[in-house]
């Protein structure tokens, strides 16, 4: 089993920029890969990147270019660093890992962009 906490998310104007983070724990040695989805009101979850145990990285195209992810292994903690946020970034962002067949979600954090 793996448990994931994020935090981080909040509330910030357009063009600025927010870390939100994931705090993973339980069996995590197997994980093989840890990213971000969002979902806004009333639209489809999205996927929003994702990253290799071999550090390999992938975006959606929504937000490439603007969004990084990255690891640290040590504290067993996933971030996403956005920037040049806008409206449209608003949305619930869960963290996900996945394990063998089994894929685990946080319970999701809030980014509310204003314009």
């Known amino acids: 089993q793996v448990q994931l906490v994020e935090s981080g998310g909040g509330l910030v104007q357009a063009g600025g920029s927010l870390r939100v983070s994931c705090a993973a724990s339980?069996?995590?040695?197997?994980?093989?890969?840890m990213g971000w989805d969002r979902q806004a009101p009333e639209k489809q979850r999205e996927w929003v990147a994702r990253?290799?145990?071999?550090?390999?990285?992938n975006y959606g195209d929504s937000v490439k270019g603007r969004f990084y992810i990255f690891r640290n292994n040590a504290q067993n903690t996933l971030y996403l660093q956005m920037n040049n946020l806008q409206p449209e970034d608003t949305a619930v962002y869960y963290c996900?890992?996945?394990?063998?067949?089994?894929?685990?979600w946080g319970q999701g954090t809030q980014v509310t962009v204003s314009s």
């Open positions: 996900n890992a996945l394990m063998g067949p089994n894929q685990y």
């Open positions: 990253i290799t145990s071999d550090e390999r990285r």
């Open positions: 339980g069996t995590i040695f197997s994980i093989s890969s």
